[in-house]
């Protein structure tokens, strides 16, 4: 593991900024993934704060996975080969009550209307790519689920023809993986999902709008009413 450097901190939302400090310390390199973090009392230290502080940024980071907290053994950061990270993903979603309302506030508004958009301008022949992104996830393990469930979402984003829509969404793709598999480890089944797209989908390939904004409104508050309620259920629990 690479040598660790820090400067201590003189500011009064420690949490916040110690979780932006130990996002900066592994965007940098200096640790890779599967790598032991260094110790609560080593962290303490170097950055001058207090040991809970130290814990309660590891706990934010713990939360969506991108620490693994190990009993006795220490932190770890997390292996992924989803690159989720990236320092361009807006990680409000880690910092914070008011930080993770407004994300699930702001992706519930760009789907709304990128739905409502796809059903608009959509074509017969995009209408049937959704459609063998839908049977794939009507067939698919939780695991493969969370992929599809992206690429459903990007391809509506695709069916809008707005690159901006298109872009935002591309742009935090890696945090939309992250909250759906967060969301389906917990409900251990995706049923309820699959269900909410398979109304998407019919409501877009009728080139209905307010039919499809409607299905993707419900299919966004129900996401988000369980993404808080699984925040707030490991939040106790760590």
């Keep these: 593991m690479s040598k660790f450097e820090f400067e201590p901190i003189k500011k009064n939302s420690l949490v916040i900024e110690l979780t932006r400090r130990l996002l900066d310390y592994i965007f940098s390199g200096s640790i890779q993934p599967g790598e032991k973090l260094p110790t609560e ?27 693994e907290v190990r009993q006795g053994d220490g932190t770890y950061l997390t292996k992924s080969d989803s690159g989720f ?15 993770v309302m407004d994300v699930i506030e702001a992706r519930k508004e760009i789907e709304i209307t990128v739905a409502k958009l796809a059903a608009e301008r959509c074509t017969q022949e995009e209408i049937e ?6 049977e794939k996830l009507e067939r698919s393990s939780i695991n493969d ?24 969404l ?11 598999k967060l969301v389906i480890n917990e409900a251990a089944n995706t049923d309820f ?13 009728k080139k209905d709008q307010h039919e499809a904004e409607a299905a993707m409104r419900a299919h966004m508050e ?10 707030e259920k490991k939040g106790e629990g760590i």
């Design 222 to 231: 129900d996401a988000s009413k369980r993404l808080i309620e699984v925040i």
């Design 85 to 99: 990270l990236l320092e361009s993903i807006e990680w409000g979603l880690l910092l914070g009550e008011k930080n």
């Design 129 to 134: 790519e959704l459609l063998v992104i839908l």
């Design 145 to 168: 689920f969370v992929e599809l469930d992206v690429a459903f979402h990007l391809k509506l984003a695709d069916m809008a023809k707005n690159s901006v829509f298109k872009n935002m």
């Design 170 to 180: 591309i742009s935090i793709q890696s945090l939309l993986r992250t909250w759906i």
């Design 193 to 205: 999902s699959y269900s909410d797209h398979l109304n998407i989908y019919l409501a877009v390939s």
């Design 41 to 67: 009392r080593q962290l303490q230290e170097a950055l001058n704060v207090g040991r809970s502080s130290i814990r309660e940024a590891i706990k934010v980071l713990n939360v969506l996975g991108i620490l």
